[in-house]
T-cell receptor
């Protein structure tokens, strides 16, 4: 089945440091890839997405490139801020998925999450 | 403002009791979802509903039940049959269940079994 593997955290950085959070996936076909962010005590928010190979998603200074040859979607930011402290989830959505009842829907498969803490 | 609300934010339950978590959306979305989040793990799908009066089991439906009597509401009941119910529960919705529709998440309910 589909799976997503993220680098283990927690990741602790100083403000203005560079960030990379690794994400690799296993899936058949051509899934869409996502990064979600979860701030303390809140639900998930979509950070960025890429729907096909070589697409680059970007938002709020974060970037990730869909690399089909390495099955990766690493999250990067050149200069992190204290306000970036959160949990980051990599996820994939299959083009089609048939549930146990036989109905199809766009199932999201999540990685385990990476805690990022940025100190002043 | 449109969005998804979940209540309560924190919920405590004694062992052996059923408890119902609320999820309401005013985004006019057809599809709704319930996920469970445990420390160090990604989100796991409990149930999903593509339209009113229809719902399907996700990957970890045992010990849970849902209903979808109204488009805007998708309550989740955690029954006494759920062996390890302490977790953070997230509700989500999307315009439809098809692959290209983004899922929007609510703020979550943290359930603790005492």
């Amino acid at each position: 089945g589909d799976s997503v593997t993220q680098m283990e955290g927690p990741v602790t950085l100083s403000e203005e440091a560079c960030l990379t959070i690794n994400c690799t996936y296993t899936a058949t076909g051509y899934p869409s890839l996502f990064w979600y962010v979860q701030y303390p005590g809140e639900g998930l928010q979509l950070l960025l997405k890429a729907t096909k190979a070589d697409d680059k998603g970007s938002n709020k200074g974060f970037e990730a490139t869909y690399r089909k040859e390495t099955t990766s979607f690493h999250l990067e930011k050149g200069s992190v801020q204290v306000s970036d402290s959160a949990v980051y989830f990599c996820a994939l959505r299959q083009t089609t998925y048939t549930g146990k009842s036989g109905t199809s829907y766009g199932k999201l498969t999540f990685g385990q999450g990476t805690i990022l803490t940025v100190h002043p | 403002d449109g969005g998804i609300t979940q209540s309560p934010k924190y919920l405590f339950r004694k062992e052996g009791q059923n408890v119902t978590l609320s999820c309401e959306q005013n985004l006019n979305h057809d599809a709704m979802y319930w996920y469970r989040q445990d420390p160090g793990q990604g989100l796991r799908l409990i149930y999903y509903s593509q339209i009113v009066n229809d719902f399907q089991k996700g990957d970890i439906a045992e010990g849970y039940s849902v209903s979808r009597e109204k488009k805007e509401s998708f309550p989740l009941t955690v029954t006494s049959a759920q062996k390890n119910p302490t977790a953070f529960y997230l509700c989500a919705s999307s315009k439809s269940a098809l692959t290209w529709n983004e899922q929007f998440f609510g703020p979550g309910t943290r359930l603790t079994v005492l």
